[in-house]
């Protein structure tokens, strides 16, 4: 069967992956050589989505994932975790309506886990990054979030670290509207060729 690989411990004991045609549905996880395979997570209806990444606890003893549900509100992320059998299953970050897209995280080595999310509805286009301290031993928070730093008209995504968790690196991107201007035939049936007003490209990162 063919799979989309997501990461690999940090001990290189196991691998996270999903099914295609699970792929955002469920997470499974096998050892190294591919024995062990077992299904972990699994989302709890039709309207959510699990996975996209699997982050993994220093001592890869731990998987973090982000859980989307959509609802008349927009869409829900919750970020949580859960030990290599599916027990133990924590909420790190509480169920929040974001939009696109989402919140992106990751798990450094001295327990933290830095997340970016969109500010706020009414600043869709702004991102933060937040810092998150967890209990080793449980996988519980330690303390309420705190922003670290905001990206004005940009988000972040795609984020990983380095083995020291000393540099992050990420995708900063923002999205650019364009105008678009156009006359009709005489007649009035037809459009005519329209001729483009902003100067900007319609997508930037960085």
Not at 20 to 33: A, F, G, N, V, Y
Not at 138 to 156: F, L
Request: net charge neutral; proline share 6%.
């Amino acid at each position: 069967e063919s799979a989309r690989a997501y990461s690999v411990s940090p001990d290189g004991a196991c691998v996270a992956f999903a099914p295609t045609d699970q792929q955002s549905s469920q997470i499974w996880l096998m050892e190294r050589d591919g024995g062990n395979a077992r299904k972990v997570v699994e989302s709890e209806s039709d309207r959510e989505n699990i996975g996209f990444y699997v982050r993994w606890s220093p001592d890869s003893r731990r998987i973090l994932y982000r859980r989307m549900k959509a609802t008349n509100e927009g869409w829900v992320n919750t970020l949580e975790s859960c030990d290599l059998q599916g027990g133990g299953r924590t909420v790190l970050v509480a169920p929040q309506v974001h939009l696109y897209p989402g919140i992106h995280a990751v798990w450094l080595p001295d327990w933290r886990v830095l997340f970016s999310k969109t500010v706020s509805p009414g600043r869709p286009r702004d991102s933060d990054l937040w810092e998150l301290l967890v209990n080793a031993r449980t996988g519980e928070p330690r303390d309420r979030p705190r922003v670290i730093h905001t990206w004005p008209g940009y988000y972040a995504s795609g984020m990983s670290v380095t083995a020291d968790g000393r540099r992050l690196a990420f995708a900063k991107w923002r999205e650019q509207d364009d105008v678009y201007a156009a006359g009709l035939s005489p007649d009035g049936n037809r459009l005519q060729e329209p001729k483009r007003l902003t100067l900007e490209s319609s997508l930037e990162s960085s």
